[in-house]
């Protein structure tokens, strides 16, 4: 079947079958390699993308599910060169380590950040809980909580803290 | 070793981005990470990401029972399904002398099963087809006629006289013992404390079988060339040269003949150490299919299949006499599953097990470990641990809490006696181990600092009068990480010596290469730092180059904390070759001798005239320009080594855990994890503070959520993360971490290995607060991990199991 929905503001069209995964449409189909898959069972977050301007998991979604639908991954994340506060806030605040969650964790900070009613205001267990739909081996979320943070304050225009300060 | 925060130059990436100026310290210090580049934009290059053109899709079929004969295996349906090219069985493996491959530990396992199966979901046949959905779809129509046998899962019960036989493939195998019972200590001598003691406590402990997990499961691209025969390998694993030498035994293949490239590498902790049956498959159907194969395995296959950790069922003594830990005594059956894969250095079956003694200066101990084959998959990998130690170490802090309990002493005052003090350094343990350095006391003053020990127990005091229940917990460890000393350790064969090779440019930057295999540590920076803290150079001017077999000097991997320990050695001790021959270049170009040189970071000068000099980078211009070089000397600038590490290192840490039990439900809170650890010298604080907070989060799961178990047919039951449990960021607290430095006296730049430390001292910290939460409340003084809430509920209503 002829699936076509908007990645990153681009537009792709694809005869895939239809039991096809987003998360594989989304890296066989349109080659975006950022998002990645790591559990089948919708339990670990790495292929969260945003539909829509809302996360989901694209590894329990069907390609076909996205048929008109926006799409935002990873890659869509930096603007025109400019990176998104919330990838400066991972760099700054050593919130990835080998970088396989990152992109859901990412996707899923930015969204929070935006749809937060305060953002340079969450709580922990804001931040916390929004990134529970997520597993890191690696972070221990500490920096992850931080990274997130920093990126809330970086686009307030307050002085934000990163690991090093 | 003082940090100088000198500004470097911003790399261009990140300027562009930030607009921005990143420090670099001219070595060691804080600094933010030079691969986190591509991470943060989605162009990391993971084994799924590798194309290669031509490329077909493997997939597993695997079988339903644990234990079952294979009668006849029917793959003609598969075959016609006009998307598969090949499909391949065991006999077909066996024309091609890889129906069997040898494990880590000298045993050989099934690549594909032939005769029978052994453990649940064990491999029987590898489709290939041109896509991986055709691939799974082609495992369905494979038909199998299994004959099902008596299953075995409970190691305790594996020597029975009438236990089911699991490796009759083995010849002269008569019952399922998989190696002679190993000892080490003075038994004898053991006795005689035990027979002199005050007080002796005795306790059957086991650390249940856990999966380390990493995000990204296991897999492989292998792409053989009948014309030239060349091999090449795409694969995340966590010792690329290694696993070379040992295809090109199991294979034939001549060893120049492949290359193995590990790009990034989505986590490994133990898991992607081995060789796993889906890799020599892929080869295999590589060679069959001619073209290159892609093998990557599901989430479940991961949790079921690949090398599980721990699986030691311990029965325990241990002793004090004047208020001090005196002896301790350890019988251990290990459980090693089906085939004996665990990962462990040739002359010790057990790891590192008996640095069982940990941080106490005890007059004698012995331990003794048998290991049996069960109807369970194979591993016995070290899950972020240094084979084995994380055992050890939870059993005797696990002891040391019960002893408290006997003498009816604090648990932390007991440590503290029975600390070895930093004047008994170089210090031998009983059990054969020279620790060389540590400042205990130090560390564990920090610890109740910073957890405010004396309002804690207060505070518990007044939640206990309330009918509330809190716990507070300790942990002392100390282990011993960089593998090691050719004289004393090798892995099939393999001296654990790591190589490094370090060129300047004519324009003094750097390429240094290494052999250590980054999942996520960060080496691109940290071993950057270490040529810049040694040479002078900034960091960002610096290229780690690593995870290539043909790019990389030849090495034992990552893995066991070896990385700083073994092979930053290397790059300390090529940097200082670079450095010598830097000085004779210098003196030529000063026109004196090279004894007249002082040297400072990035430049030799004359001594007494310190205006009068040359720059690391200008002497690595005159080396590669026209002109004359010293006597004897070539030009250029670069250098190699090969680090042989003079003994282990040994880092310590002092941790202390606040847990909230609901008392009507067992749920574990976690309120506060304080983590002290002292790894010697830090090259970059902030990613040695990474390590640990990412160690102390597979701790906390493995106390309270994680575990694979099975049941009486020998099914895994927790073959996802729906059954096996991870920690979110929910079930963490902040982490709150505490330094002191104790800096190796043998390691070139003073480093101990670090990323292992929190998965050793977290999870007896978190049970033993758990079980002073427990004791105070119930009088309970002991329960198994994992303490999940169905579990904890049992061990308070006199139900409890242990874990199976």
Not at chain 1, 9 to 22: A, K, N
Not at chain 2, 144 to 165: F, G, H, Q
Request: net charge negative; hydrophobic share 35%; aromatic share 6%.
């Amino acid at each position: 079947m002829q699936v076509t929905m908007s990645i990153n503001g681009q537009e792709h069209s694809h005869d895939v079958e239809p039991r096809m995964l987003l998360v594989h449409y989304i890296r066989e189909m349109a080659e975006l390699h950022g998002t990645h898959w790591g559990c089948d069972t919708s339990n670990c977050g790495i292929c969260v993308v945003l539909m829509n301007g809302e996360p989901i998991k694209s590894c329990t979604t069907l390609a076909a599910q996205a048929e008109g639908e926006e799409i935002l991954t990873v890659e869509g994340l930096e603007k025109d060169g400019e990176l998104d506060p919330i990838q400066m806030g991972f760099h700054e605040c050593h919130g990835l380590h080998c970088g396989f969650c990152t992109p859901g964790m990412m996707v899923t900070g930015n969204w929070l950040i935006n749809n937060h009613p305060d953002p340079t205001n969450m709580t922990e267990e804001d931040i916390r809980m929004a990134i529970s739909g997520g597993l890191c081996r690696c972070t221990g979320y500490k920096n992850i909580v931080l990274a997130i943070r920093w990126a809330a304050a970086y686009r307030a225009g307050q002085t934000p803290v990163g690991a090093n300060d | 070793m003082a940090v100088e925060p000198a500004p470097g130059k911003t790399p261009d990436w990140l300027e562009l981005a930030t607009g921005g100026v990143t420090e670099a310290p001219i070595g060691f210090g804080r600094m933010k990470r030079k691969e986190d580049a591509r991470f943060i934009r989605g162009k990391g290059n993971y084994l799924d990401d590798v194309r290669v053109p031509g490329m077909v899709h493997g997939a597993l079929l695997r079988s339903p029972y644990a234990h079952a004969k294979i009668k006849s295996i029917d793959t003609s349906k598969a075959l016609a399904h006009p998307k598969v090219a090949a499909v391949i069985i065991a006999k077909d493996l066996e024309t091609l002398g890889l129906a069997w491959m040898p494990t880590i530990s000298y045993d050989t396992q099934a690549v594909l099963a032939g005769d029978k199966v052994r453990f649940h979901m064990q491999e029987v046949a590898f489709v290939i087809a041109v896509d991986a959905y055709s691939a799974q779809d082609a495992l369905q129509l494979i038909d199998v006629d299994y004959e099902v046998l008596p299953v075995i899962v409970n190691a305790r019960k594996a020597l029975d006289p009438d236990a089911p036989l699991i490796r009759d493939d083995k010849v002269g195998q008569t019952d399922n013992l998989a190696s002679p019972t190993w000892e080490a200590g003075d038994k004898a001598a053991t006795d005689r404390v035990f027979d002199e003691a005050d007080t002796v406590a005795t306790c059957d402990i086991i650390y249940p079988r856990c999966h380390p997990s990493p995000m990204e499961t296991c897999g492989m691209v292998a792409d053989f060339n009948p014309t030239t025969g060349q091999l090449d390998i795409y694969n995340g694993n966590q010792a690329p040269h290694a696993h070379r030498t040992v295809y090109a035994q199991v294979a034939g293949l001549p060893e120049q003949n492949i290359r193995i490239m590990c790009n990034d590498i989505g986590g490994g902790f133990g898991n992607k150490v081995p060789v796993y049956p889906g890799y020599v498959c892929a080869i295999a159907g590589s060679i069959v299919a001619g073209a290159p194969v892609k093998w990557i395995e599901d989430r479940s296959e991961n949790l079921v299949t690949t090398g599980f950790a721990r699986d030691y069922i311990m029965h325990s003594q241990i002793c004090s006499k004047g208020g001090k830990i005196t002896g301790l005594r350890v019988d251990v059956i290990a459980d090693h599953g089906a085939f004996d894969s665990t990962a462990q250095p040739t002359k010790f079956p057990a790891g590192f097990f008996h640095i069982v003694t940990g941080s106490y200066d005890m007059q004698a101990a012995h331990c003794q470990v048998k290991a049996v084959y069960t109807n369970k998959a194979p591993g016995g990998v070290a899950y972020r641990c240094s084979f084995r130690i994380t055992e050890a170490v939870y059993l005797v802090e696990r002891m040391v809490d019960q002893l408290a309990m006997e003498m009816n002493v604090d648990p932390i005052a007991l440590r503290e006696a029975s600390f070895i003090k930093p004047e008994q350094f170089p210090y031998e343990s009983p059990t054969g181990w020279t620790y060389d350095s540590g400042e205990y006391q130090k560390a564990m003053d920090l610890a109740k600092e910073i957890a405010g020990l004396d309002e804690l127990r207060a505070e518990q005091q007044e939640k206990l009068a309330k009918g509330e229940i809190m716990g507070i917990g300790c942990a002392f460890f100390t282990e011993g990480v960089g593998a090691g000393p050719r004289k004393h350790m090798d892995i099939l064969g393999l001296a654990m010596n790591d190589g490094a090779d370090l060129r300047l440019h004519p324009s003094g930057k750097a390429v240094v290469s290494i052999s250590a295999q980054t999942q996520g540590q960060g080496h691109e920076t940290t071993f950057a730092q270490i040529v810049g803290e040694e040479l002078g150079i900034s960091p960002n001017d610096i290229q780690v180059r690593h995870g290539d077999t043909d790019k990389t000097p030849y090495g034992l991997g990552t893995y066991g904390s070896r990385s700083t320990p073994v092979s930053g050695g290397a790059v300390a001790v090529v940097s200082r070759r670079v450095r010598d021959k830097a000085r004779l270049i210098a003196a030529k170009m000063l026109e004196t001798t090279p004894d007249d040189l002082s040297w400072e970071k990035g430049r030799w000068y004359v001594k007494g005239d310190p205006s009068k000099g040359a720059d690391i980078e200008d002497i690595a211009e005159y080396a590669y320009g026209p002109n004359p070089m010293p006597e004897g000397l070539e030009g250029g600038l670069d250098a190699q080594a090969v680090y042989d590490p003079p003994n282990l290192t040994y880092p310590f840490g002092a941790y202390i855990t606040v847990v909230d039990i609901d008392a009507e439900t067992g749920k574990v809170f976690m309120r506060r994890l304080i983590a002290v650890d002292d790894c010697g010298v830090r090259i970059n604080p902030m990613v040695v503070d990474g390590q640990i907070h990412g160690g102390l989060t597979e701790g906390v799961g493995i106390a309270l959520m994680e575990l694979i178990s099975y049941d009486e047919s020998g099914n895994c039951v927790n073959s996802s993360f729906m059954d096996y449990l991870l920690p979110t960021a929910m079930e963490c607290p902040d982490w709150e971490l505490g330094e002191t430095v104790t800096p190796c006296p043998h390691h070139p730049i003073g480093a101990k290995g670090v990323g292992e430390s929190p998965t050793n001292g977290s999870p007896p910290s978190i049970v033993n607060a758990v079980i002073d939460g427990l004791y105070h409340a119930k009088g309970i003084k002991h329960m198994d991990m994992p303490c999940n809430p169905a579990r904890v509920w049992a061990a308070m209503n006199g139900t409890a199991q242990p874990p199976q």
